[in-house]
């Protein structure tokens, strides 16, 4: 009940396509789903995020569709650019009492976009 | 605004031995967590510290141990090595609750890459 499931593992692109990953989740009592983007080397950077209470949210290039009904979340990343090539986290947390911030992670997804 | 710092970057170790880590958070953040990211387990959680209160832990064996100073920077402390160990140990940082439209965003540090031999 506490997994995230991502996928898929890997994902390959073309410069211009719209890569789409995938997260489900089984704990209603998640109420925060953040998504991190982690470039070799570098620790996880967060990109966008959403609220159960929210069907989709937009920041730039990237959006989140959140079905809360079917308990799943993904991430689409629009005319998607070489350098989105990175590893993308879906992430949940579970607010247990006295305390926020525990993330559970996704598996990850190696997305490279081709020029 | 710094972000947060992880100091060594890069540790070799051998088995049985101990080893203790540093994490900064960005300044006016009270709640540190640690992460440990494998290859083959992903990222997960270990504990979070919070006031110089350790409020959340993850299921690793007490060899893991951590705390938080008064200025909120944290130590992680693994003791008895194991070859397992080898990781990137990541700090994450937040201001530590949630207030009105706020999620508590935790920002990562860019990790301690631990090899133990």
């Known amino acids: 009940q506490q997994q995230v499931k991502q996928s898929p593992q890997s994902l390959i692109v073309q410069k211009g396509g719209i890569p789409i990953i995938n997260c489900a989740y089984e704990?209603?009592?998640?109420?925060?789903f953040p998504w991190y983007q982690q470039f070799p080397g570098k620790g996880p950077a967060l990109l966008i995020a959403?609220?159960?209470?929210?069907s989709e949210k937009k920041e730039g290039r990237f959006t989140i569709s959140f079905n809360k009904s079917a308990k799943q979340f993904s991430l689409h990343i629009m005319d998607s650019q070489p350098g989105d090539s990175a590893t993308y986290f879906c992430a949940a947390r579970n607010p247990p009492l006295g305390g926020y911030n525990k993330l559970i992670f996704g598996a990850g997804t190696r997305l490279a976009v081709h020029p | 605004k710094a972000g947060v710092t992880q100091t060594p970057r890069y540790l070799i170790k051998t088995r049985g031995q101990q080893v203790t880590l540093s994490c900064s958070p960005i300044s006016g953040h009270r709640s540190v967590s640690w992460y440990q990211q494998t290859p083959g387990q992903g990222l997960q959680f270990l504990f979070e510290?919070?006031?110089?209160?350790?409020?959340n832990k993850g299921n690793f064996p007490g060899r893991f141990s951590g705390r938080q100073f008064s200025n909120s920077r944290s130590e992680m402390n693994v003791s008895t090595l194991e070859l397992g160990d080898s990781a990137l140990y990541l700090c994450a940082s937040s201001l530590g609750f949630v207030t009105g439209e706020s999620t508590d965003t935790q920002y990562f540090g860019p990790g301690t890459r631990l090899t133990v031999l």
């Open positions: 959403i609220r159960p209470d929210v």
């Open positions: 510290y919070f006031s110089e209160t350790q409020r």
């Open positions: 704990n209603t009592a998640f109420d925060y």
